[in-house]
């Protein structure tokens, strides 16, 4: 544990220095170094994340530690011993219309800067070898399966084939205010079903 955790923290200090993605807006952001057999992985992080140097900082944040709340683990119970990630490490800015920046959300990570950031998740799946893994949200679940709508990953585990063997996937819908899909069916019955397979995964009961 003690060698994993100095290899995420010399992977962390390399992390902090990239600077591939000229659209994008960091420093970096990334979880506590912690030698994990769960990781969590979201899209990327927001304006807020990169002023406070934490993932999930903000609004969504608040919603998706409540998810966590319910099955036993608060929030700082979870930063500290659950690995957090993400496709993207940069807040990639908002969306605009004629070079405007517009209040209906950030902007989607381009094709290429998501190729550029996946050396840094690929490293860390490398380092950690989960057992579990959380992706948050649509882009991050596609990292590791087809998919065309939620209803048909969300509320199932799914074993992964990774470079260090099977790891089960257990996908969260992404807690944006603006997303009204965890709130209303069948996403909220999908969304229980799928918090009541990561309490009784065995990596989670471990922990708990």
Same mark, same amino acid.
């Given at each position: 544990?003690?060698?994993?955790?100095?290899?995420?923290?010399?992977?962390?200090?390399?992390?902090?220095?990239?600077?591939?993605?000229?659209?994008?807006?960091?420093?970096?952001?990334?979880?506590?170094?912690?030698?994990?057999?769960?990781?969590?992985?979201?899209?990327?992080?927001?304006?807020?994340?990169?002023?406070?140097?934490?993932?999930?900082?903000?609004?969504?944040?608040?919603?998706?530690?409540?998810?966590?709340?319910?099955?036993?683990?608060?929030?700082?119970?979870?930063?500290?011993?659950?690995?957090? *990630?993400?496709?993207? !490490?940069?807040? /990639? &800015? %908002?969306?605009?219309? @004629?070079?405007?920046?517009?209040?209906?959300?950030?902007? =989607?990570?381009?094709?290429?800067?998501?190729?550029?950031?996946?050396?840094?998740?690929?490293?860390?799946?490398?380092?950690?070898?989960?057992?579990?893994?959380?992706?948050?949200?649509?882009?991050?679940?596609?990292?590791?399966?087809?998919?065309?709508?939620?209803?048909?990953?969300?509320?199932?585990?799914?074993?992964?084939?990774?470079?260090?063997?099977?790891?089960?996937?257990?996908?969260?819908?992404?807690?944006?205010?603006? *997303?009204?899909?965890? !709130?209303?069916? /069948? &996403? %909220?019955?999908?969304? @229980?079903?799928?918090?009541?397979?990561?309490?009784?995964? =065995?990596?989670?009961?471990?922990?708990?």
């Amino acid at each position: 544990m003690k060698k994993t955790r100095q290899l995420l923290i010399s992977h962390q200090a390399a992390l902090a220095q990239c600077q591939l993605c000229p659209n994008m807006q960091g420093p970096p952001v990334h979880g506590e170094a912690c030698a994990s057999n769960i990781m969590l992985i979201g899209q990327a992080p927001g304006f807020r994340e990169i002023e406070v140097h934490r993932p999930f900082a903000w609004t969504a944040g608040k919603t998706l530690f409540g998810w966590f709340n319910e099955i036993d683990m608060n929030e700082q119970r979870f930063r500290q011993q659950i690995y957090m *990630s993400a496709i993207c !490490r940069c807040f /990639p &800015g %908002k969306k605009t219309r @004629n070079g405007i920046p517009i209040k209906s959300g950030d902007r =989607p990570p381009a094709k290429q800067e998501i190729e550029n950031c996946s050396q840094w998740l690929n490293r860390e799946l490398d380092i950690l070898r989960p057992e579990l893994i959380i992706p948050v949200g649509k882009l991050a679940i596609a990292r590791f399966m087809d998919f065309k709508k939620l209803t048909e990953v969300i509320g199932q585990q799914h074993p992964v084939r990774l470079s260090h063997g099977l790891s089960d996937l257990i996908p969260l819908p992404h807690p944006s205010g603006v *997303s009204t899909w965890p !709130r209303t069916e /069948p &996403g %909220k019955t999908l969304l @229980n079903k799928a918090l009541q397979l990561i309490q009784a995964h =065995p990596a989670w009961q471990a922990i708990i």
